[in-house]
């Protein structure tokens, strides 16, 4: 049986995925970017979790990260409506069917990155907080 932070990590990937770019989790970043673009989900960092005794619980604002990738001559506008479109998704449920307690998308920092005979690429890190809680923190 999946841990809880393992089943909230499907979930976000999951509707990562009916996004019209590309959706990956835990990939390297591969040589060619699709039309659409490109995410790749990373499980990022559970951190310290808040405690409550009585009964035990811990509470994670856990730090994933979905890496952003676009490829192509407008690539500025494509990356605006990727970036958009996270957003999008992730209001549609703040709690993905329940599985956590709130889910929040913060700024990308965007960055243009040259490739050697190709169009460049405009690429960006979107830290997605999932606050959530769980008797074990193993479970």
Request: glycine share 8%; with cysteine.
């Given at each position: 049986?999946?841990?809880?932070?393992?089943?909230?990590?499907?979930?976000?990937?999951?509707?990562?995925?009916a996004?019209?770019?590309?959706?990956?989790?835990?990939?390297?970043?591969?040589?060619?970017?699709?039309?659409?673009?490109?995410?790749?989900?990373?499980?990022?960092?559970?951190?310290?979790?808040?405690?409550?005794?009585?009964?035990?619980c811990?509470?994670?604002?856990?730090?994933?990260e979905?890496e952003?990738?676009?490829?192509?001559?407008?690539?500025?506008?494509?990356?605006?409506?990727?970036?958009?479109?996270?957003?999008?998704?992730?209001?549609?449920?703040?709690t993905?069917?329940?599985?956590?307690?709130?889910?929040?998308?913060?700024?990308?920092?965007?960055?243009?990155?040259?490739?050697?005979?190709?169009?460049?690429?405009?690429?960006?890190?979107?830290?997605?907080?999932?606050?959530?809680?769980?008797?074990?923190p193993?479970?």
């Open positions: 049986m999946p841990t809880s932070r393992e089943t909230i990590l499907a979930a976000l990937h999951a509707r990562l995925s996004l019209p770019a590309t959706a990956l989790r835990g990939e390297v970043l591969p040589e060619r970017v699709p039309a659409g673009g490109l995410l790749i989900l990373r499980d990022g960092e559970p951190g310290e979790p808040e405690v409550t005794l009585s009964p035990l811990y509470h994670y604002q856990h730090r994933a979905v952003a990738v676009v490829q192509g001559a407008d690539r500025d506008t494509a990356f605006d409506t990727l970036t958009a479109s996270i957003g999008t998704a992730l209001v549609a449920d703040r993905p069917g329940g599985l956590c307690d709130w889910v929040e998308a913060e700024a990308p920092r965007p960055v243009d990155l040259p490739v050697e005979g190709a169009a460049s690429l405009k690429a960006a890190v979107v830290p997605v907080v999932l606050h959530y809680s769980t008797a074990d193993l479970a």
